[in-house]
């Protein structure tokens, strides 16, 4: 996404109704935010996040059927890239540790003012706001370097693949003598950007699947995992390197930051293959 939304979306959940209704009323347009669905249970909760993508989740402690605790644990493992903030009583702090293994550092105290509202609300844009720019910030300056060396091995995987050679070609060779790892302990990921039929825009296509090929190449660097990448056809391919005994749900979780990183911060949907 090249240009931030003009609000970020947020989903409030609470058992009271009440509470659901005054803070709803305190977050005016000009907050940046807006309420996209509100649910009285994390059950229903994890319904409207899947509907909506929002950016922020407040949600209550104490709840019926899944609690705040069990949603945070929810969201933090299927949809990381969610903020979570709570509301919370003064008695309540003794969930303060648990809270912070969650990735949860926003709260806000019942009972609840105008004031605690709105400072909550600015405090917490300025964060999402500084997140986006240094997202956006670091896309552009991982797109604009290209050497030549990976030009040569995208030109070799795209001949590879192109003319199937046999394992003592040129090609292989060539990759071979600089690291890429082509053997049964390796995956084969192919990354496809789809076209938007509404959008014509081919440049704007291209910037797309650019941002998407660095965040994936930032996510498996960060969970440790080694690969090469080069772009083929259509799609963007990646061998990566099978490490670890908890190399498949490692990459699994890369995997599924990887679809919800392209739709929330660049607006595109993808496929994605993985071999066996």
């Not at 040569?152 to 693949?161: M, W």
């Not at 799609?235 to 599924?256: H, N, P, Q, Y």
Request: aromatic content about 8%; glycine content about 6%; overall charge negative.
């Amino acid at each position: 996404m090249t240009e931030k939304a003009d609000y970020y979306k947020l989903i409030l959940v609470d058992d009271e109704d009440e509470v659901r209704g005054r803070i709803s009323s305190k977050i005016s347009k000009e907050s940046g935010f807006k309420v996209v669905g509100t649910a009285g249970n994390g059950h229903d909760a994890l319904d409207l996040i899947d509907k909506h993508s929002p950016h922020v989740v407040i949600t209550d402690i104490r709840m019926p059927y899944v609690d705040g605790l069990e949603l945070a644990g929810t969201i933090k493992r299927e949809y990381p890239t969610i903020r979570v903030a709570f509301i919370t009583g003064y008695d309540e702090f003794d969930y303060a540790k648990e809270a912070i293994n969650l990735g949860v550092r926003s709260y806000l105290t019942k009972p609840l003012t105008q004031n605690d509202v709105s400072d909550f609300l600015t405090t917490l844009k300025g964060e999402l706001d500084e997140e986006f720019r240094a997202n956006i910030q670091h896309e552009l300056m991982k797109s604009r370097y290209e050497d030549s060396l990976p030009l040569l091995i995208d030109n070799s995987f795209s001949l590879f693949l192109s003319n199937a050679t046999s394992g003592d070609s040129d090609e292989i060779q060539f990759l071979i003598g600089h690291g890429v790892v082509l053997n049964k302990v390796s995956r084969l990921l192919y990354i496809h950007v789809e076209r938007d039929e509404g959008d014509p825009d081919v440049f704007k296509r291209e910037k797309r699947k650019i941002s998407v090929r660095t965040s994936v190449k930032d996510l498996l660097i960060r969970r440790g995992l080694p690969f090469h990448h080069f772009t083929y056809q259509e799609g963007i391919v990646f061998i990566i390197e099978k490490t670890g005994v908890e190399f498949r749900s490692t990459l699994d979780e890369a995997l599924l930051e990887t679809v919800q990183t392209a739709r929330m911060y660049h607006e595109a949907r993808i496929d994605i293959g993985v071999s066996a």
